[in-house]
């Protein structure tokens, strides 16, 4: 079963060290999601993606936060200056297709990033 | 914030039926109900999702009750492996970004 896959698995950074979290979503799929886990807490939704631009953003995803599909199969989450409140697990997801399509999300199992 | 409420917590039996309910009272008439379920920190697992028809696959049944205000997941015969936290998602689809609420933590008991 084709399944979405993120590397690396785990990303140790020094604070104010830019950081890319990759993710090669679903061969057919067409809208690419980025979503975080802080230790303990939701998972909240920060960025969706689709036809080389972004669809919709969280209040989270400021500045500090880019997202790129640089070729056919990976897409990729950028930040900026990190701080240590942005260690988190980073999900990345990905669904089909149809703006109002209701077919699901499937994720990732993630990037655990960790700022010291 | 969460459009649905669940129970923080819920136990059942090894190979009884779990069943997990869902309050979503200001369901609009586009939203569908979506499962996922979080084992430990993977990600979430995309489980289950209808409109308003009860919906079957291989994992579970969903049960949407005929005002759509509540559903519930079966889980027809729960294995030890099913311990995880259940996320019960109203959405319109598209781009929209899933709001994930605190779940149910279901474990199963030997």
């Known amino acids: 079963e084709p399944e979405v896959t993120q590397t690396p698995s785990h990303q140790v950074t020094q604070m104010g060290q830019e950081v890319i979290l990759r993710c090669v979503p679903i061969s057919n799929h067409l809208y690419f999601y980025w979503y975080r886990q802080i230790l303990g807490q939701k998972v909240e939704f920060l960025v969706s993606?689709?036809?080389?631009?972004?669809?919709?953003k969280s209040e989270i995803f400021d500045d500090q936060f880019s997202v790129e599909r640089p070729d056919g199969s990976n897409f990729t989450l950028k930040i900026r200056s990190t701080k240590l409140e942005d260690s988190a697990m980073y999900f990345c997801a990905s669904s089909v297709t149809g703006f109002y399509s209701n077919q699901p999300q499937h994720f990732g199992d993630g990037t655990r990033l960790s700022i010291l | 914030d969460a459009k649905t409420t669940q129970p923080p917590s819920m136990d059942c039996a090894e190979g009884r039926a779990a069943n997990l309910p869902c309050n979503h009272s200001?369901?609009?008439?586009?939203?569908?109900v979506y499962w996922y379920r979080q084992i430990h920190s993977q990600g979430p697992q995309y489980i289950i999702h209808?409109?308003?028809n009860n919906e079957t696959n291989e994992m579970a049944s969903l049960i949407i009750t005929e005002d759509r205000k509540s559903s519930t997941l079966i889980l027809p015969h729960a294995t030890l492996r099913d311990t995880a936290v259940y996320y019960c998602?109203?959405?319109?689809?598209?781009?929209?970004?899933?709001?994930f609420g605190k779940g149910t933590h279901l474990i199963i008991q030997p």
């Open positions: 998602i109203v959405s319109g689809g598209g781009a929209d970004g899933l709001t």
């Open positions: 993606f689709y036809n080389n631009e972004i669809s919709e």
């Open positions: 200001t369901i609009s008439g586009n939203e569908y």
């Open positions: 209808g409109l308003k």
